[in-house]
């Protein structure tokens, strides 16, 4: 299987309603990719985004778009690093434009450029996207552009490491952990006791270790006589 | 939301380091394991590629022993892909999974078998089916390494196809496919022609599309940008050419189909072979280009600069260009600001991706280096080289000529021992005519004590050099070596070895020249050593040197012998 790019240009598509046939779609457009379950669930995720960029354009909330225009038709809009083509011409205007941009992503080292297709991208552009990536070279150059090729691969955690994130949606609420937990939290309401008991059973080890130096200082004067 | 992956805080790190001396990152940080010249740095990448691609087979081929999962969370592109089909009845489902799985042969048996049972296919499998037997050429598509080092075996060819050339075969499953459609639309002749393209029969896809104009069916922008990127290899005059892309792009004004970049940068591409046609024409397709609002990208700037390249004409304006023609261009001009200015765009940001791979890059830096040495005072170009070189560049023996040059322009010889060093430490120490030159600045005058004695070490070094064998092509020893050599030695007063190199001389069959002799003279009267001028006298007449005569009556007059 030729190898997508799969750090540097994801493919999507997007159609104007979002529908069971779009999902079924992404999963398609999914098992052309290499890693194939995390850029399902990564077109997906972007999907809802896009759904929610054209409500939010509906409700005419365009803080956080730019616009993409080409002879000074809309084309598109760029919602962080993510491009999207509301163009209805599923043909060439909005196929190549996305790729000119996509060159141009690349130019102004914007390196994760998402870039949804208003029609499902065939081969060709596949290929060709492909193409324009190998062009250039992705090796890294020292080890942090390495630890960002991988943090963008999904080998990598992000950095800064988020400790929590398989807590996010909520804690043990029983089982063992739970119970153990507990145990733990009563233990440390009770400390102070603890504390005490402890104090107050301080003389018992003192007494046992002056009645063992007792045993070893009477046995010695014995040695030396013989 | 969507949870974007974040690398902000790493791309802040990195931009406080940049360091570009610094040891190439993916090899072995050890002075032994690291590659010296050009030639070990591919070597290197190479076995690096094949040895994950070798890894990554493994894995695949053997699933059953890479089960166990460590990566909390499940991390998919480190485990084994499973790409095992799922449906194995003759459904149009089946077929559309084959092609998404790209496998082409597994597609073609589900189309047959679906044919034969009468099934019909619809409109968009065919056209996908269609695509995927002619993008891989009717073969099942290879797993190729990730890493340009890989394919570019040879470097030769700077345009050299990145995949795997396959030729198109006669009657092969795309065109029997093709043929046996009850109907074929636009998309169908689309991927035809652009597979015949891509694979080299140019022929066939313009009979191709000439059925499809017969049969009044009319072309998408994909066909003609095929079929321009074809023509060139069509036609063998330049102007016959022209004329072909001239008549494609009046047929797509008659079917009314719009022009995108890629038709533009076709046809600027194509113009490239068009010769003395193609400066002005290229010139016409800037403005339509303009005129018609489509921007041009980076490579139209790449085809534009290689028009105008021959003649170095500077009338065009570029905001980011493709570096290393821009770098050619520069040095046909001798233009050394707009060097610097190439350089400082591809020392900004990612610009230095756009170099390409390794092959690339050194043509580049090779051609930055050159005009460097032609156009600079050799402080800067010795700054330049400790900045480029080796991390950057491993200049190939052209370049350190040019160093040389540098060098002796700006009255710097005493550098030569050190470059000598590097000469050796890049691998070029068996170059005869580097070593030659090398030797003769170093011979041509004479210099404080301190420098020759630099010197004589140093010829001691390259005589090393000679003869010794290294498994590779070593030094044959010229009479200019061995006179430079003997000549540097006796300056710096070393007559013991001068005196070996004599008997060199006679090993090797070669002739030393009178002044040699004489030199060797005046050298035995200052150690007053008269056996050693006779021995001179001796070996002269050995040699049957005309000047015999003339030594022997020195030699008497000078000692008492």
Known sequence: ?226 | MFTRVSVCVLHFLLFSFQDPTAHPYHFQDDPYLSPRTSSEFRLYSLSQESGRSAAKFFVNSNPKFFTTDFAEPHIPCLMPETVSLLLEETSEEALKERISLRKVTAAVDMYDQLLQTGTAVSMETTHELLDLICLYCDRDPVQEGGQQEVRRRKGRFRRASDQLRFTWKENCNAERIFNLLPERDTQCYSALIRGMVKHGAYAKAFSVYTDMLNNRVTADVHIFNALMAAAPDLRDKYNERWDLITELLNQMRQQKVQPNLLTFNGVLKALRRCGFLAKTQALYTLNEMKAMGIAPSLASFDHVLAVFSKTGKRGVRFQYTETSPAQSLCLDNKDLDLGYKVQSLVEQGENWRLLGDSYQQSVYYGRFFNLLCMMEHIDVVLKWYRRLIPSLYYPNPQGLKDLLQALDTDSRLDMLPTIWKDIRSLGHDNKSDLVEELLTLMARDRHSPEVQEAFAACALDVKSAFGADRGRPSLEWSSSSLSHITCLLLRANKTPQAWEMLQLFKSKNRVPDEGLLDDFLSACSGAVSPDKAVELVQLSAAFGLPATPRLAKRTLAEFNV
Request: glycine fraction near 4%.
């Open chain 1, 1 to 226: 299987m030729s190898e997508a790019p799969s750090v540097f240009i994801h493919c999507v598509f997007f159609r104007e309603t979002l529908d069971p046939k779009l999902v079924e779609a992404a999963s398609a457009a999914a098992s052309t990719l290499p890693d194939r379950s995390q850029a399902e669930s990564e077109l997906l995720r972007q999907l809802m985004a896009a759904r929610d960029i054209t409500e939010a354009q509906k409700k005419g909330d365009v803080n956080n778009l730019g616009y993409v225009s080409n002879k000074g038709m809309l084309m598109g809009w760029i919602f962080n690093e993510t491009v999207m083509f509301l163009s209805a011409d599923a043909l060439s205007p909005s196929c190549d434009i996305a790729k000119a941009l996509v060159f141009n992503f690349i130019r102004t080292s914007a390196h994760n450029a998402t870039v949804i297709f208003s029609a499902r991208p065939t081969l060709w552009d596949m290929d060709f996207a492909n193409q324009l990536s190998l062009s250039t070279n992705q090796t890294p150059r020292n080890g942090l552009e390495e630890m960002i090729q991988w943090t963008k691969e999904g080998k990598m955690w992000q950095y800064p490491v988020n400790n929590e994130k398989h807590l996010e949606e909520g804690f043990a609420r029983q089982g063992p952990v739970r119970h153990f937990m507990e145990l733990v939290v009563a233990g440390l309401e009770h400390i102070s006791w603890f504390r005490d008991y402890f104090h107050q059973k301080e003389e018992v080890p003192q007494g046992v270790t002056q009645i063992h130096e007792k045993d070893s200082w009477i046995q010695l004067p014995n040695l030396s006589q013989k």
